[in-house]
């Protein structure tokens, strides 16, 4: 059973920095794309970034140069280095995995596996 677990979600005001982390457990698949979508209030989801198998990466162009989006495969763990960071940056922040590794502008698609969320609130 796949499960994805996010932590280090919080409150920080705009110009700072906050790093998420996704704990991965039963993923087993060779070829995939992890990444991380958000949703604020009201609005769609939309994917942030994203990270596939080899090592590429995909922003969505409002984090772009804000973001990083790495990976440990020893731990299994996918992370979000956010800085600068603005108020429009707070949304509820997801992990997520699809099997194949498509994707394109910080999106993942065809997503099999979600997380639960942490939020994150940038206060002006």
């Known amino acids: 059973q796949v499960q994805l677990v996010e932590s280090g979600g919080g409150s920080v005001q705009a110009g700072g920095s906050l790093g998420l982390s996704c704990a991965a457990s039963?993923?087993?698949?060779?070829?995939?794309?992890m990444g991380w979508f958000r949703q604020a209030p009201g609005k769609e989801r939309e994917g942030v970034a994203a990270?596939?198998?080899?090592?590429?990466?995909s922003y969505a162009d409002s984090v772009k140069g804000r973001f990083t989006i790495s990976q440990d495969n020893t731990k299994n763990t996918l992370y979000l280095q956010m800085n600068s960071l603005k108020p429009e940056d707070t949304a509820m922040y997801y992990c997520a995995a699809a099997h194949g590794g498509s994707w394109s502008g910080g999106t993942c698609y065809d997503v099999n596996y979600w997380g639960q969320g942490t939020q994150v609130t940038v206060s002006a």
């Open positions: 039963g993923y087993t698949y060779s070829s995939y794309c």
């Open positions: 990270i596939d198998e080899h090592g590429s990466t």
